[in-house]
């Protein structure tokens, strides 16, 4: 927010300032502000701090919907905002919401308190996009974070899945990992559920909590559960589906009694299933806040509980668990790749190798949607021994409407599984058999909410039952590689932003430029130079002072007193005359410093323009 003088100036306001909302309690508060000359400041106004906009109805509405607001104070008929304003000294006021991933975040406000000002759509405009960029940088930041969060609790999620993988004692290494899961994941609290085999009642067995949360191991209410009575049971933890939580959210009454008892804002809890059984619950409480779980994390705790499920089958079935121990370290190398990847697509056809090996398929295949809807194969990995398809004509430019079954299961967006004997004659059976599939899993890509293609994975020697654990954790590469895939597109399209900014600066008029003071030399200057002031950006890049080569000896006082003004004032304002094509033209030009962290002033930025026919006029 350090542009806010700039943005101030260059839309000649009073007043210019940032409102973020609460999203635990939907209130608004200022944290920025700027103020031109006399303005009151109302930053330390603790009247803008804790806003609860809703008892202004189109305010909060307007700013909701996406919408600017623009406010002319005499014409309010809300007394009680009318009243707000007026203390401020306000005449008119234009408020543009900044949202975050579709949600609303905050929003900027321009004051003017000396003018009735009449904004027009091109101001607005240009301030939307101001907004836009604020919210971009938002997201960049929220997306850094989430990126940062999710590698934590990978690396947490691979540390803990090494260890209960290599221990004789599961639960012992369990609760030592809580605390690493815990504060990768950022929660208040972690426990593990067991449920008695005779009397199917679940007990908590394991606990971490942080420093200031209460612990809730020795709690007699949390021993001997029948959890049937609660509806999330039966339609999530039966059916090995996570269940969140939200306190606020919930109507099971007899539920959000045991939850209030706990301070609990938000939970998690996800299934633990050993051998097609429930055997316990994995929970993540959050008691100091709304916590938005993403996919991402849901997709590494069920990750996590599959590996404790493993872990506690292995003495039964350890050559099954070799094989799962296997395709877990190859997702998870793969999904760490995707995770610092700015190629999704390479890091895919790299790593699906790895991943057929882990999994032991036959064939590792992945499909795109095309522009005009219909399926073409991009990727392959095969096993050794098995026909390579990449280049089968049957398996490029796929019109669905001709596979009614598998255009049904791909657009349900959830992975499916064919075994090729079990289906009905026609052109899918065929198509499968000429490839000599047995069995097929395949699992959608969702991007950007819609279907983008799908992974597959091949078995052409045996009768494969893919398990539960198995789909789940091929179900979590699919949304990684999604992920992946969106993040590449999105730091394209960043890119392809960066073009066209540099390109608007190409086509204007006036003169744009960037200057590097500790270095002394034009970081950047816009082409137009070369028309307004006779200089072409070759020379202003190699040589720093070439001012004095355009402008009349006369004014370059103006200047040097123009240089100081940036150190002592931290802009400037200044009207000079250069000579160009034999004539006297009078130029006006506009700079603001740049400070680093620690308040030095390392760049100033400036706009020159050509006023001369302003002034003959």
């Known amino acids: 927010f350090n542009c806010l003088p700039v943005v101030g100036e260059a839309a000649k306001v009073d007043r210019v300032y940032y409102f973020e909302r609460n999203i635990n309690s939907d209130l608004f ?35 909701h919907k996406g919408q600017p607001y623009i406010i002319y104070v005499s014409d309010l008929e809300d ?21 975050v991933f579709g949600d609303l975040y905050g929003f900027i406000g321009f004051d003017d308190c000396k003018t009735a000002r009449k904004w027009s759509d091109d101001e607005i405009g240009i301030l939307f996009s101001l907004a836009n960029n604020i919210s971009n940088a938002f997201q960049r930041n929220e997306n850094r974070a989430r990126l940062e969060r999710k590698a934590a609790i990978m690396q947490a999620v691979g540390l803990i899945t090494e260890r209960l993988f290599n221990t004789d004692d599961i639960f012992k ?11 990768a994941a950022d929660v208040d609290r972690v426990y593990y559920f067991e449920k008695n085999k005779r009397n199917q009642l679940f007990s908590q067995r394991l606990e971490w909590t942080k420093n200031q949360i209460k612990p809730e191991i020795d709690n007699p209410n949390l021993q001997n559960i029948d959890m049937t009575i609660f509806d999330f049971y039966e339609h999530n933890i039966l059916i090995g589906k996570p269940y ?19 301070n609990i804002i938000s939970l998690l809890n996800i299934p633990i299933t050993v051998f097609g059984e429930v055997y316990g619950i994995l929970g993540f409480d959050d008691c100091t806040k709304h916590k938005d779980w993403t996919a991402d994390e849901v997709s590494m705790f069920v990750s996590l509980s599959n590996s404790l499920a ?16 296997d395709m877990l370290w190859a997702i998870g190398k793969t999904s760490e790749r995707l995770l610092d990847t700015n190629n999704a697509f390479e890091v895919i056809e790299e790593s699906f190798a790895l991943v057929g090996q882990a999994i032991q398929a036959d064939r590792v295949y992945y499909f795109e949607k095309q522009e005009n809807g219909f399926f073409s194969q991009k990727i392959e990995w095969i096993n050794i021994g098995i026909s390579k398809e990449i ?13 009614p079954s598998l255009k049904e299961k791909v657009f349900a967006g959830a992975p499916y599984i064919f075994n090729t004997h079990e289906m009905p004659s026609g052109k899918f059976r065929d198509m499968m058999e000429i490839q000599n599939i047995l069995t097929i899993l395949n699992i959608p890509l969702k991007v ?3 279907i983008y293609g799908f992974i597959g994975f091949d078995d052409c020697t045996t009768d494969r039952e893919w398990s539960q654990d198995e789909l789940s954790v091929l179900s979590s590469l699919a949304n990684n590689i999604a992920n992946a895939i969106e993040r590449t597109e999105s730091q394209q399209k960043i890119i392809n932003s960066e073009r066209n900014f540099r390109e608007m600066n190409e086509t204007i008029d006036d003169v744009f430029w960037l200057y590097n003071i500790e270095k002394s030399r034009v970081d950047y200057i816009s082409p137009s130079c070369q028309t307004l002031l006779g200089c072409s950006q070759e020379r202003f890049y190699k040589k720093h002072d070439v001012w004095r080569d355009y402008i009349i000896e006369e004014d370059h006082h103006l200047i040097h007193q123009a240089h100081d003004d940036i150190f002592n004032n931290g802009y400037y304002e200044v009207t000079y005359r250069i000579r160009l ?37």
Request: charged fraction near 25%.
């Open 29 to 63: 508060s200022q944290r920025v502000e700027w103020t031109r000359g006399s303005v009151s400041p109302q930053i330390d106004n603790p009247v803008l701090q804790d806003c609860d906009t809703t008892i202004y109805p189109h305010f909060y509405e307007k700013l």
């Open 79 to 99: 007394n009680n905002l009318k009243d707000l304003l007026n203390a401020q000294d306000i005449i008119t006021m234009l408020n543009i919401p900044v949202t």
């Open 173 to 183: 290494t369990l609760i030592e990992s809580f605390s690493l899961i815990g504060e």
């Open 244 to 262: 969140i939580l939200k306190t606020d959210e919930l109507e099971d009454l007899e539920l959000k009694k045991v939850i209030a008892e706990q």
């Open 310 to 325: 493993n872990a506690i089958e292995k003495y039964e079935n350890q050559y099954r668990l070799q094989n799962k121990a």
């Open 391 to 403: 280049d089968n004509p049957m398996l490029q430019n796929m019109n669905l409407d001709e596979y």
């Open 448 to 450: 950007h909410g819609e």
């Open 581 to 617: 094509n034999g004539q006297i033209r009078w130029i006006f030009e506009k700079s603001f410093a740049i400070v680093n962290d620690d308040g030095t002033i390392t760049r100033n930025t400036g706009l020159s323009s050509d006023i001369t026919e302003n002034l003959k006029n």
